[in-house]
């Protein structure tokens, strides 16, 4: 079955920097864009980053361009998402997602706490 298992998150200081992971498995993970989306508490979940498959074109929200980038390893079914440069409205929980047909599959989530 599909699994994705998010890590990585953790408590950080403004201004500095996580990167997040993502191990997939269940498919063939070459073949399908990887998402990472954020739900900070009483907001509703945001699509912040978009890799195709090869890893050539990603895509990113406002909110995080120029600060984040997904990556991806496709010999290691792993996505990333490096996060520089974090500000305290980057708290959330961060979930992994990949779309099979039309159906969506989320990882449990990782927590980014941005504080002083």
């Known amino acids: 079955q599909v699994q994705l298992v998010e890590s990585g998150g953790g408590l950080v200081q403004p201004g500095g920097s996580l990167r997040l992971s993502c191990a997939a498995s269940g498919f063939t993970f070459n073949l399908y864009s990887m998402r990472w989306y954020r739900q900070a508490p009483g907001k509703e979940r945001e699509l912040i980053a978009t890799i195709r498959p090869s890893g050539g074109i990603a895509i990113y929200a406002d909110s995080v361009k120029g600060r984040f980038t997904i990556s991806r390893d496709n010999a290691k079914n792993t996505v990333y998402l490096q996060m520089n440069s974090l500000k305290p409205e980057d708290t959330a929980a961060y979930y992994c997602?990949?779309?099979?047909?039309?159906?969506?599959?989320w990882g449990q989530g990782t927590q980014v706490t941005v504080s002083s």
């Open positions: 997602n990949t779309r099979l047909g039309v159906v969506d599959y």
